[in-house]
């Protein structure tokens, strides 16, 4: 069983930054992915970025902004954003998905352990 636990929101200015973790426990196989999706009130959620062993992937409104990285000796994922626009606004949640593809989009239905959610708030 996979467990996932976000931590690192909060609330912040328009240009400030946020930087995102997520402890990951439990899994037991190389092979598998990992992003960050956020959800606003009253929206769909979105894939923010995606790594694996083959790479990144950024959604187009985070490019040059949000950084995704993973430190597999403490088994933490990160999410470092900058610059942060009152669009950013939103719950954040990491994921953890078993399969193993070069990513050119995210979805959410190919992840199937995710964490509890962190806010992040911004002002403008």
């Known amino acids: 069983q996979v467990q996932l636990v976000e931590s690192g929101g909060g609330s912040v200015q328009a240009g400030g930054s946020l930087r995102l973790s997520c402890a990951v426990s439990g899994y037991s196989y190389d092979s598998y992915s990992m992003a960050w999706f956020r959800q606003a009130a009253g929206k769909e959620r979105e894939g923010v970025a995606g790594i694996n062993s083959y790479g990144t992937l950024y959604a187009d409104s985070v490019k040059g902004r949000f950084t995704i990285s993973q430190d597999n000796a403490k088994n933490t994922l990160y999410l470092q954003m900058r610059s942060l626009k009152p669009e950013d606004t939103a719950m954040y949640y990491c994921?953890?998905?078993?399969?193993?593809?070069?990513?050119?989009?995210?979805?959410?239905?190919?992840?199937?352990?995710w964490g509890q959610g962190t806010q992040v708030t911004v002002s403008s």
């Open positions: 994921a953890h998905s078993p399969w193993l593809r070069i990513l050119t989009s995210l979805d959410y239905r190919e992840f199937n352990y």
